[in-house]
């Protein structure tokens, strides 16, 4: 059974960086894209950044030139570099991917999400 691990949120002072990270465990046969998303107290889900199969990728406009996503396609993993924070940073991110497993189907699949918080 298909599972994303997301790994390395926590707190931050403003101005200082974190690194997100996100595994696509189980039986995973090919992935389309990976990407994150946040989620903020009382706010919408928002697109953060996406990766797909090719190396295409498409950022938010709230953390363009800040963010960068990043995947290592041996481990199946996703990362999100994150400089330059702020507190408006602050959300659960929550990881995403489409992939083709051995349920023979393709599947958009969710992490549990993980706390980002942007304080002094």
């Known amino acids: 059974q298909v599972q994303l691990v997301e790994s390395g949120g926590g707190l931050v002072q403003p101005g200082g960086s974190l690194r997100l990270s996100c595994e696509a465990s189980?039986?995973?046969?090919?992935?389309?894209?990976m990407g994150w998303y946040r989620q903020a107290q009382g706010k919408e889900r928002e697109l953060i950044a996406t990766?797909?199969?090719?190396?295409?990728?498409n950022y938010g406009d709230s953390v363009k030139g800040r963010f960068t996503i990043a995947r290592d396609g041996t481990k199946n993993t996703v990362y999100l570099q994150m400089n330059s924070l702020k507190p408006e940073d602050t959300a659960v991110y929550y990881c995403?991917?489409?992939?083709?497993?051995?349920?023979?189907?393709?599947?958009?699949?969710w992490g549990q999400g993980t706390q980002v918080t942007v304080s002094s």
């Open positions: 189980g039986t995973v046969f090919r992935i389309e894209t």
């Open positions: 995403t991917s489409r992939l083709y497993s051995d349920s023979r189907k393709w599947n958009d699949y």
């Open positions: 990766l797909n199969s090719g190396g295409g990728t």
